[in-house]
């Protein structure tokens, strides 16, 4: 059989790629999910038609979204990751000796339970006791809880879908509010090429909360156009002042981020600039 | 009428496009040419089969194959462009006010024809006195010419087909005596996601030729990946030795290249280090 998934970009462009088979197929409350057998990039995971994860590259994502607001901290001790049901962003902040306490908080059960089953190696995080898994809505857990976490991050999906409330501006003061007094945000903020009026709004609401706003991004293959970005959000500190430069040779089993990648990740060009600025 | 174009990596995955209309297809000596309408990129340059420009978005490659080299260079006067046959690469080179002669050697004149009837922006440097466009087989004008060129810039399609050549180590030794003493050359190599075997014989062939080489990477959405990487190759100085960082605030219409991107493109993640060391 000739198998072929694909995800539409605006309907009008798209990524395709050859499914051995497919391995699983549901619905939660909250979304469908598909897990897929590809030729090329191992095991892929599919959440209401959108590519999330393939096991070739997801190393890219997650190693960005969780390595540079935890460098940038002097004392990431807790840390709350919102959505990122996978696992593989928790993997992440849990290779940081400092962290303490990584609090997850995923709305789909069914996530993080096929994730567990297929998956493994990206789902280790949830075998270590430092991660505490709460499956709740993260919206209203970060409304409930003030001043407590030095780093957060919101590994959400697309801003169509259950994570809308997680780009609004109500939802960064609240993100504001629920970090320490010099606390770190990042967010998973699309493609510049692709989404550039989510990408204006978003970053407008994350000003609208935070005092130092910066757009980084990475090489992340088979999302949308291949160059992701990610918002940084902080209370006291830029990410050049007070970065924990020498832990990252202390991280095991880099695939992409390095010390110079800490840094360059922020050079933007031209029109990624003019989106954000 | 519901019409897509889709080029394969590997015949695995691919990129897939909504097409208005076809606006050329024809056929020279040495490739297929296409040009189609698409729905979301404007116009879209096709060869064999293969992606090689689009007007929304082919800035960054051309930008960056073209402006990295010319900034590392000192006093690039005389610059040698190898096929580049749309003119982009040659428009970003001649955006260069110190630049006194560029020499153009593409193989295939339909290209060119074709470039300037359908893309009369890219084309644009073909109107230029200080080009010198010669249509002719750019291994052989490199083997006949010595000592002639301050920089040369490989803007080749795949090593599979027409461009086969141009990434043997024969082919680096002579690009090498082609350039004056401190001379620099720059190449498209592929994308480190996908072609992890042709970049690793391409990067020893290149050091076989030349003392000081480097990778640099731009995104390039819609090439394999959106991640693509450039070889770097110098005589005499490193991209940081010499470099004519103000000259870059003078070129105009700068999409994707600044000061900060001419150094933080040299920076790789881990797995594209590892391919090159």
């Not at 393939?54 to 390595?67: G, V």
Request: net charge negative; aromatic share 12%; glycine share 6%.
């Amino acid at each position: 059989m000739n198998l072929w998934f694909t995800e539409l970009y605006e309907n009008d462009s798209g990524f395709a790629v050859k499914i051995k088979e497919t391995l699983f197929s549901g619905k939660s409350e909250y979304q469908k999910l598909d897990i897929l057998q590809t030729e090329q990039l191992g095991k892929m995971m599919v959440l209401d038609g959108l590519v999330m994860l393939t096991e070739a590259n997801e190393f890219s994502y997650h190693e960005m979204i969780a390595h540079v607001p935890l460098i940038a901290h002097p004392n990431p001790e807790r840390v709350l990751v919102i959505g990122g049901g996978d696992g593989g962003t928790a993997r992440e902040v849990l290779k940081h000796e400092i962290v303490k306490e990584c609090v997850m908080v995923e709305i789909d059960e069914l996530v993080v339970e096929k994730s567990k089953e297929f998956f493994p190696e990206i789902a280790s995080a949830f075998d270590n006791p430092k991660l505490n898994l709460i499956i709740d809505d993260g919206f209203k857990y970060i409304e409930d809880n003030k001043n407590a976490f030095d780093v957060i991050i919101i590994d959400s999906t697309d801003p169509i879908g259950p994570a809308e409330p997680l780009f609004s501006s109500r939802f960064y003061k609240n993100v504001n509010e629920c970090l320490k007094t010099d606390g770190i945000m990042s967010a998973q903020s699309e493609s510049p090429y692709l989404y550039k009026k989510i990408i204006k709004l978003m970053y407008a609401n994350i000003k609208s909360a935070f005092p130092i706003v910066k757009m980084y991004t990475g090489f992340v293959p088979f999302y949308p156009t291949g160059m992701w970005s990610f918002a940084f959000g902080s209370k006291k500190y830029t990410y050049q002042e007070k970065p924990r430069i020498e832990d990252i040779d202390k991280l095991e089993n880099l695939n992409y981020f390095n010390r110079k990648i800490y840094y360059s990740a922020f050079d933007l060009p031209n029109f990624a600039k003019d989106l954000v600025k």
